[in-house]
């Protein structure tokens, strides 16, 4: 393939692919893909994210000044990248907030890059998944500019999300996020959440659900079954500011929350 056309299709990109791409079957030298590369980002037509990660110009535009899809460069900063959190719902449609940092998993030792004004960081994925080697379970690749993304599946957001407010923008933003999703596979939700195997987390997603039952179509079992996974003492929802008791779910739950003051406008 010819460089050019590696481009076209190819807005975000890796050293890796695009010596694949201009190779043809042959192995190219690195010294070969790396002029090849030196020459277009000397001219504009690609600008580097780091080291091994481009992006393409648009057309009549030179790098510097060319706009680049920050989601497809998360995808591309590891080998096994997938878009989690807060990022994973931009990816998805449903962030009711633009987030200065985009989260992606990996269980690479990556950095975290900062971009355009932008922080890309790593966030490897929990420990239970790694050590029964499912760190890529409850994902799905998505579609952007033609060119395949792995993102965490609706599910797995939902509960990541609440699991780790801090990483989608803080719980205000997870709550508004997760309510503008119009529909969740309820039986997905329940294996992952007893994958996590973490009481706090089964009472925050059975709250939730609770809270959402109508528009989720939440059937009592699923409630009942979260509820039997729930602590037995009562934990937080968010330390940082004052509630009230769920004994349901044995949570103390921010007031505003109750009140109903952070659903999503759909």
Not at 179 to 188: E, F, V
Not at 190 to 218: C, I, N, P, Q
Request: charged residues 25%; hydrophobic residues 40%.
């Amino acid at each position: 393939m010819k460089s050019l056309d590696f481009f076209s299709a190819h807005p975000v990109f890796t050293r890796e692919e695009f010596a694949r791409a201009v190779a043809d079957g042959r192995k190219p030298s690195s010294q070969t893909v790396d002029s090849h590369l030196g020459r277009y980002l000397r001219t504009g037509r690609i600008g580097r994210v780091k080291r091994g990660v481009f992006f393409v110009a648009g057309p009549r535009e030179t790098a510097a000044k060319s706009p680049v899809d920050f989601l497809l460069v998360a995808s591309r900063l590891a080998p096994d990248a997938v878009l989690g959190y807060h990022t994973a719902l931009e990816a998805h449609g449903y962030a009711q907030s633009v987030y200065e940092r985009l989260f992606f998993l990996t269980q690479h030792k990556a950095k975290a890059v900062t971009f355009r004004g932008r922080v890309f960081a790593p966030v490897a994925p929990p420990r239970v998944l790694q050590r029964r080697r499912l760190s890529h379970t409850s994902t799905v690749e998505v579609e952007r500019r033609g060119l395949s993304c792995r993102v965490t599946s609706l599910e797995r957001t939902a509960v990541d999300a609440l699991d780790r407010p801090d990483l989608t923008g803080g719980l205000e933003e997870a709550w508004r996020s997760l309510s503008a999703i119009p529909l969740l596979d309820l039986r997905a939700v329940l294996d992952y959440v007893r994958l996590r195997g973490l009481a706090t987390l089964a009472a925050k997603v059975g709250l939730f659900l609770e809270r959402h039952k109508d528009h989720f179509s939440v059937p009592p079992r699923v409630l009942e079954e979260l509820q039997s996974l729930r602590p037995r003492a009562p934990h937080y929802l968010d330390r940082s500011v004052r509630g009230k008791l769920v004994a349901a779910w044995n949570l103390i739950v921010p007031t505003v929350l109750l009140e109903g003051e952070w659903e999503a406008v759909r």
